[in-house]
């Protein structure tokens, strides 16, 4: 073989050998170009001004789970990152359990307000709609209030509808229901009284679209992350008035979000305001731990609901505090917030 051969071999062996780093590469992300990381594809495109994610679609930042900017999604929704750990649910009824939860996540900053809901859904259903007697607060947005008055039926059809309209991949399955048809999913179609068919609704925990948080994600996000830092009684303090519209502060109405402070991952109103759904079937005990990536019970006809209300005393605020409510019925006191991948 004559020396341009050889050359030419040995350049072919090069890119060989750079091919096979860059698949490895990938696979070490899960593969896919970071498809299963969770990470950088929500990460890329709403980071490109804050100076560490610039690499992040290489992978070289996301296995390190650096690259988690907050953004804002094309509807939207500001999407904080919540990193993964381990933290103590409850006491409720007198018991505690270790839950470990081993994936990040992105949570809403804010509960879903009525104009996100009327935008993705075609309808505004809350009974503060700003009409004749329900005016939101002086000084304050009428489209910036939560939605409420949706049923649990309507806050999953919700997030898989916001889902399709973003590109994302849908959550839920309910049979007889298209995933990439955003029409099925309007408020308008959606059950407004027990259906057989959508209690038997399945979730796929590893799609990268919006979905309700499980009551563990919940109380985790609420309690401030890894380890509770804190320990409050509310999400973010000890003092009720600071973090939370409660019946003693909200004048007997919803109020704009955000208004009160954040917690300690910038996340707001996660005491008072608006109940907050939440994915689980509600179940009168924790079980035995420790629990990881806890989804709740097996069995139930009611969900959770947790943080309490602007129209409830300050006590129902306190981050263990957790009631069921019928997944068909809706509520003036009961709204919800996002979280993904």
């Known amino acids: 073989m004559n020396r341009t051969g050889i ?53 070289d930042l996301c296995n390190k789970k650096t690259c988690i900017c907050p953004f804002t999604s094309e509807y939207g929704v500001e999407l904080v990152w919540v990193p993964a750990g381990s933290f103590t649910m409850g006491p ?17 900053k804010f509960l879903v307000t009525q104009d996100l809901y009327e935008e993705v859904m075609g309808t505004n259903p809350s009974y503060f709609h700003g009409g004749d007697g329900r ?38 399955t309910v049979e007889g229901l298209s995933n990439t048809d955003a029409s099925v999913w309007l408020h308008s179609v959606v059950p407004g009284t027990t259906n057989a068919t959508w209690d038997a609704l399945t979730a796929n925990w590893n799609a990268n679209g919006y979905r309700l948080p499980t009551e563990a994600q919940w109380e985790y996000a609420a309690k401030g992350g890894n380890g509770s830092p804190g320990n409050f009684t509310y999400s973010g303090s000890n003092d009720a008035d600071t973090v939370a519209w409660h019946s003693g502060n909200s004048s007997s109405i919803t109020r704009e979000v955000g208004k009160k402070a954040p917690n300690g991952l910038g996340i707001y109103d996660m005491s008072g305001n608006v109940w907050e759904w939440c994915w689980d079937r509600h179940a009168a005990d924790y079980p035995i731990g420790p629990l990881t990536n806890y989804t709740g019970a097996d069995t139930g006809n009611s969900r959770v609901r947790r943080g309490g209300s602007y129209n409830n005393a300050a006590a129902s605020s306190e981050l263990v505090n957790r009631s069921p409510f019928e997944r068909s019925s809706d509520s003036v006191v009961l709204g919800f917030r996002v979280v993904r991948r």
């Open 92 to 108: 409720y009824n007198e018991v505690t359990v270790q839950v470990n939860l081993t994936q990040g996540f992105f949570m809403s």
């Open 135 to 172: 005016e939101p607060a002086t000084n304050e947005e009428q489209g910036k209030r939560p939605v409420e008055q949706v049923n649990w039926y309507r806050a999953i059809a919700f997030c898989n509808r916001l889902s399709i309209l973003e590109g994302l991949t849908p959550v839920y």
């Open 7 to 59: 050359y030419r071999v040995c350049i072919a062996f090069i890119a060989i050998i750079g091919l096979v780093f860059f698949a490895l590469a990938l696979t070490s992300c899960g593969g896919d170009g970071c498809g299963d990381c969770g990470i950088c594809e929500i990460c890329a495109p709403g980071c490109d001004d804050c100076g560490i994610c610039e690499d992040c679609d290489i992978c």
